[in-house]
C-alpha cells in the first residue's frame, strides 16, 4: 500500500461512527419492521420473509448498477437486508423447530462459508475492496447471513439464557464497547473487528427493537410496532440527510490482502 497508488472509491460509506449509529437504528428498525409485518399484521413469518427477500433483491440490483455511492440506496438496501433477517431468523427458529441456538449455529456456518469463498476468490474480505459487481455480490450475501444470525442470537439471549430484552442489549453493547477499545487500543485485524462489530451490532439492534415493542409480561414497553418502526424510520432519515457521509477508498491496484 502506497501513498501514491491510485485511490478508487467504493460504493460502501466510510466507517466512521456516523455509520455505526444508523447501522445500529437500522438493525432496530428492522427488529420492529419485520415484527409489525408478522406479529401486528399477523401475515406470518414465510410471507413476511417474502416480502422483505423481494425488497431486498430489488434494492441490492440497484446497489449494483450504482456507479457511485447514494446513502439512500445504500440504507434502505441495509433496512431491507435486516427486516428479511428478522422474519427469515423468526421462520427458522420458530416455524421450522430447530430452536435459537440451532439457527444460530447453521446461520455462523453459512457466514463463515460466504466470508471463506470470498477470501479465496479475492484475498480479501475488507469492505475496502467492494468496488465490482462480484465483490458486492459476497459483500450483500455476507450482510444477509451476519443479519439473520444477529436476530437469532438476539433471541438466544433473551429467552434461552434468561437476560431478557433489556440485560441482552447491555451484554451486546457492552461486547461492542470492547471491540472499540481494540480497534484503538490494539493493532488487531481492522478487518476482523469491523465483521465482528458488524455482526454484533444486529443482536444488539434486535433486543432493543424486542424490548420496545414487546408486551410488558414479557419484559418489554409494549410500544406500537408501527409507530416505533416509523420514528426510527425518521430517524434514520434525518442522520443521512444531517451527518456527512462519503464513499470509502482503497488504494486501486495495488491493493494487498487484509
Known sequence: MTSTAERVATKVPEVTLVFWIIKIAATTLGETGGDSVTMTLNWGYLVGTAIFLSLFAVFVFFQIRAKTLHPFLYWATIVASTTAGTTMADFADRSLGIGYAGGSSLLFACLL?????????????????????????????????????????????????????????????????????????????????????FILTRPLGATVGDYLDKPVSDGGMALSRPLASAFIGVFIIVCILVLPQRAGEHPGHSETAQ
Open 113 to 197: 462459508t460466504v466470508l471463506g469463498v470470498w477470501y479465496w476468490s479475492f484475498g480479501t474480505i475488507s469492505v475496502a475492496s467492494v468496488n465490482t459487481a462480484k465483490v458486492e455480490v459476497f459483500y450483500w450475501l455476507a450482510i444477509t447471513f451476519s443479519q439473520t444470525l444477529g436476530t437469532a442470537l438476539g433471541d438466544w439471549m433473551a429467552d434461552d439464557t434468561g437476560l431478557g430484552y433489556g440485560r441482552g442489549a447491555l451484554v451486546f453493547g457492552a461486547a461492542l464497547a470492547l471491540i472499540a477499545l481494540a480497534y484503538y487500543l490494539t493493532n488487531a485485524s481492522r478487518v476482523f473487528l469491523f465483521w465482528a462489530a
